[in-house]
């Protein structure tokens, strides 16, 4: 469907330069040339516009995706994954990976370019490694909150702060922070991404 309305959309637009630029051969003056002139300008205007707009939109995910990654690092970073630092016997609520930029930008298809084409695998990854943190956090509560002993409960709590998906969730969301910083820079800008 969108290459028939991009086709109806500008094969007119091209057939009027064309025959515009025809008609300035034979008749060269000023209303040959104008009407030359606005047909390029017209379509050169929406494939500018077009590029700008997509563009503007690629930075923008690029940014909200380099905030969601401080954002994860500050919540993985967070004193109620550390063993040493609960109650005993106190069952508590874990905080949860944010993955909704990571979810909008891979529905979006704004990464789906060759150009960024590691960066789209990579989203699909943290995307699959936030969700698999994610419940296992719903595990770990679920199982605390059964009225546990004191000493089973910090054994599950150790083992979630040694757990394989701690340690994925963590290095992954540092790896991405680190390849936006790297390889496109001038599309976030640093001095203007929000930190968490």
Sequence with gaps: MKSLVTFITFFPLLLGFILAAIWWTKEPNFESLLTGLGLLATITGIFGERWASANE?????LRALLNECSSNVAILSDRRFDPSSHKPGRPIVF???????????????VFAERQDRDLFSLLHQWRHTANEFNR?????????FTNLSSQEICSLYEALQESKEFNEALGLTKHMATVLKSKYPRGIGEHEVLTA
């Design 57 to 61: 939109k690629r930075i923008e995910f």
């Design 95 to 109: 905080p949860r990976l944010i993955i909704s930029v990571t979810e909008t930008a891979i529905a979006s298809g």
């Design 136 to 144: 296992r956090l719903d595990i770990t509560e679920l199982r605390t």
